[in-house]
């Protein structure tokens, strides 16, 4: 019987492989985001701010009735906005070492789910299970086993690790973290709430979908149980400061084209959309690009949206769905006016950034 060998690496993976892995596997989970948020706009617009009581299509449903449709439509958007976690945790993993960490990464993304640790928890489950079933693949075992590894052993050995890592040591202190993050969220509301819708505009923009913008978008999510204006107030503090960072991309490729790559002119074009309906990851591939000019000006924007929602006491009770919920939004006037005037600030920053990048270019030469 032949021995099993180890293989050790060979070398250390730098912050920025280790950042376009976690950026590779948070790609998948933008589909789910969309998809949800658009299916519970399109429940709100046609049941209401009420439908989210409604029983489950499961017991009963009229074919005939916009309230059945609105409740199927709403039930469909929680339950694909619940997988958001568990596919995070999943990509995050297969990102890193493959196929065979699939399983563990969504076992353990499901975990960070239940205990409560949310997408941070799922972005710590997918590095884990990554990670670990990279480190077990450099094991090879004898030969009469390893056909086996990648459909059984790698799966299931990552599954008890990463499981029982999230459930037993990892879970609880992460949630116990995103429940002070939201606590702490939670008084500042209560002091300033312009404060809270500025502070609450520079997390979404941080890091442009990542766990700092699911942080203050799960504060705000969970404030709607209460039905308290401030919360209504962040909660709109929120979706249109993540909308302000694609729509500012997409009108700085509009105005300036030659500044930018082809590329980027096409991604351009498509920010419009995902900026409408609140997809903030629309401007990941120009904060990637161009981090030291982009993410700052995009920061100063959903901040300046964040406060001025607050200040115009903007409201909405509805999680997602970006244009789709204006007539649902409490003062939609001043809604708009906060997302016109956040992407102005981010277009005007960044291409005044560009601009002195571009006279700097042409002294040079």
Do not use: C
């Not at 701010?49 to 499961?58: D, L, Y």
């Not at 001025?308 to 001043?334: C, Q």
């Not at 997302?339 to 990048?357: D, H, M, N, P, Q």
Request: a neutral charge; zero cysteines; proline letters at 7%.
């Amino acid at each position: 019987m032949e021995a099993a060998t180890l293989t050790h690496p060979t070398s250390v993976p730098t912050f920025a492989a280790i950042h376009g892995k976690l950026m590779q596997g948070v790609s998948y989970a933008i589909p789910f985001v969309v998809t949800g948020g658009v299916l519970l706009a399109l429940g709100y617009a046609l049941g209401g701010p009420a439908i989210g009581t409604a029983p489950p299509v499961t017991d009963g449903f009229d074919w005939l009735a916009g309230q059945s449709w609105a409740a199927l439509l709403h039930q469909l958007g929680t339950l694909t906005f619940g997988l958001l976690v568990p596919v995070v945790g999943g990509y995050v993993a297969h990102a890193i070492a493959d196929r065979p960490a699939l399983v563990p990464g969504f076992v353990g993304g499901t975990v960070a789910a239940q205990t409560g640790a949310g997408f941070l928890g799922g972005l710590v489950a997918g590095v884990l299970a990554g990670v670990v079933v990279d480190r077990l693949a450099r094991w090879h075992p004898p030969s009469a086993v390893a056909g086996l590894r990648p459909v059984l052993v790698l799966p299931l050995a990552g599954t008890l690790v990463t499981g029982a890592v999230m459930w037993l040591v990892v879970g609880t202190p992460l949630a116990a973290l995103t429940s002070a993050l939201t606590s702490g969220l939670a008084d500042l509301s209560t002091g300033s709430l312009v404060l809270a819708g500025a502070t609450l505009g520079l997390m979404v923009a941080a890091d442009l979908g990542g766990p700092i913008n699911k942080t203050a978008y799960t504060f705000a999510v969970a404030g709607l149980a209460t039905g308290t204006p401030a919360a209504l107030t962040a909660m709109a503090a929120v979706m249109a400061a993540g909308m302000t960072p694609p729509l500012a991309m997409a009108l700085a490729t509009t105005l300036r084209r030659h500044w930018f790559t082809p590329a980027e002119r096409e991604t351009g074009r498509a920010a419009w959309l995902l900026g409408a309906v609140y997809v903030t990851e629309g401007a990941i591939p120009f904060a990637a690009a161009d981090p030291l000019r982009v993410l700052p000006s995009l920061l100063a924007g959903s901040a300046v949206t964040g406060g001025l929602t607050a200040a115009l006491g903007v409201a909405a009770a509805t999680p997602h769905g970006g244009i789709f919920v204006v007539p649902l939004v409490g003062n939609p006037f001043g809604y708009l006016l906060a997302i016109a005037t956040g992407t102005l600030v981010s277009t005007a920053a960044v291409l005044a950034l560009k601009a002195r990048e571009q006279r700097m270019r042409e002294s040079r030469s």
